[in-house]
Nanobody
Framework: QVHLAESGGGLVQAGGSLRLSCAAG????MGWFRQAPGKERECVAA????????FYADSVKGRFTISRDNAKNTVDLQMNSLKSEDTAVYYC?????????????????WGQGTQVTVSS
């Protein structure tokens, strides 16, 4: 069992920035997903076990950056130039594989989620 601890969500004005962090207690390929009300959960970013490969959804490319700190076993999501449409609950997840996976079914463990609200 892997327990994930997310932090860093909150309320920010459009154009602002937030940094989400996820502690997994180990070294894994990981992803950040989000789910807005009435919408399906989507992968916004993922990073491979080695950190050499990443994935970004088209909607966040150029604005979000996923990174990992191997010493701390954390994966962060830096979110810049936030838009109202980025408002959602954000979840980090652990994949048992090594790739930067973008599909939900490639992930085995999930965090509780952290709310990100962007006001316009």
């Amino acid at each position: 069992q892997v327990h994930l601890a997310e932090s860093g969500g909150g309320l920010v004005q459009a154009g602002g920035s937030l940094r989400l962090s996820c502690a997994a207690g180990g070294h894994y390929a990981m992803g950040w997903f989000r789910q807005a009300p009435g919408k399906e959960r989507e992968c916004v970013a993922a990073i491979s076990w080695s950190g050499s490969s990443t994935f970004y959804a088209d909607s966040v490319k150029g604005r979000f950056t996923i990174s990992r700190d191997n010493a701390k076993n954390t994966v962060d999501l830096q979110m810049n130039s936030l838009k109202s449409e980025d408002t959602a609950v954000y979840y980090c997840a652990v994949s048992p594989g090594v790739q930067a996976a973008k599909n939900q079914d490639q992930y085995l463990y999930w965090g509780q989620g952290t709310q990100v609200t962007v006001s316009s």
